[in-house]
């Protein structure tokens, strides 16, 4: 009696031309029996088994699609090793338990990869909103034929004058306005970039040949506009009520 | 092509979303379009990653790493051409893979470039039972259904899949894709309605036959 018979593991004897000479019990539990091992591989398999089968001066390894009882697509690992003129080859199939695992983690994969995604629309939605409050912190209100009130909302930075400018820019002149109030009463803090920024602003409305005034500058305010180097050749008034009366 | 294949296939196997994606992006920004990206880059990468087993340099687990890090890409690909995309309007397309097909990222480029060109899509992902794509498509009434399959025994399952979804009140159209149909005939499981694709080439030249704005009776 043979014993590799009661191998515990699929197993197959072949010779050079890959007939199957003996094979374990095990090997018959799992694969149909066959005349040539390469019958028993996946059409796209063969190439890469005749080419693991033709190592025969070393163990060669590597994985196969398997036709089995079960699945005709079944991925097993091949282990070779020759002796002379014959063959012995243990087909090990990938554990089942592996494939579970390998679902259960391309589960969580879709579950992230559209979290991902609606994160990023979420992300793209909270920077459209602020786009808005930024545009909706510097409203533009005419109050006489010729002056109008622009109230600063929120913190003065950089992005504040870049959104606003442009559109403040053409109502000025769209208007014909000659006199803007730039209200700080609603400001929180200033930064150095949005001081100069304002700066340009105002520099340009100058240019344009409108008269920018600002009011309700708080000490902290007063702070950041003196602390910048380019300085501002415009009245300072502390209410709007006075810069009514100086306009008017 | 083969050069994009095997730079491609590097950084997906290392796993290395940021650097793949830089490589599709300069492409991108260079003006390559989208079939270009899909077909002569990241298709070509999963083929050199194919060969690369057959060679027995990698394994299926190397594959499956490849596989999450390419779908990766493509999603943020499209979030990308999103921006400059057109609203959607109301022709409607269904993508799946057939009954224990797990190849979905070419069903998934194909999606993406209906998308693109402005068709309202839903992208179902691999292995979509036929009862469960039936009731969908009941539900939602696409224009479209388009299966994929790259397993050869998974082709068993056209018949009965395209025979039920044609017949559906809506008479939507089926169209069949996946890698073995630029090699293979499969024809005789449709019927002379069901459209087959041979690449995302084809993929593409029908969507421009279509334009998604365009009602038509046409089915081919």
Redesign the interface.
Known sequence: MCPTKFLPQPYFRISTDFAILTVSDRSLEIYEPSGNFLDLVD???R??AA??LAKKDERAE??LIMKTKDS??A?VDVSVVWDKSEGHIICLQ?DHRLAEL?SIVEKH??RL?ET??EL?EKKEQVEKSLNEIKSLSCPFIKLTKGTALVPLFGNLDQKLIQQNEERIMHKAHDGDYEDILFDFNGVGTLTDEGVDAFIMLIKELQIMGISPSIIGIKPNHAFYLNRSPAKLDVPFLNSLSKAFKAIM | MHEHGAALAQLLLEGNQDEAWEYINEYRKKGKDSLYIYEHIITAGMGHIGSL????KI??ADE?LAT?TC??LL?RYQ?EKKKEQNPSNSKKAMFLCVESEQHYLGIKMASQLFSEAGWTTRFH?PNLPLEYAKKTAVDWQPDVICLSFS???HAEHLNPYIAELEKLPNRPIVMIGGRLLSHYEFSRYGSKKTIFMKNLEDVRDWIKRHPPGVKSSVSY
Do not use: C
């Open positions: 059409w796209e398999s190439n890469k080419q693991l590597g994985e005709p697509y991925l990938k390998e994969r879709l990869a991902n995604l990023l | 087993w057959e060679t027995n394994s299926v499956h999450s779908d990766f999603a979030m992902g397993i050869l025994y």
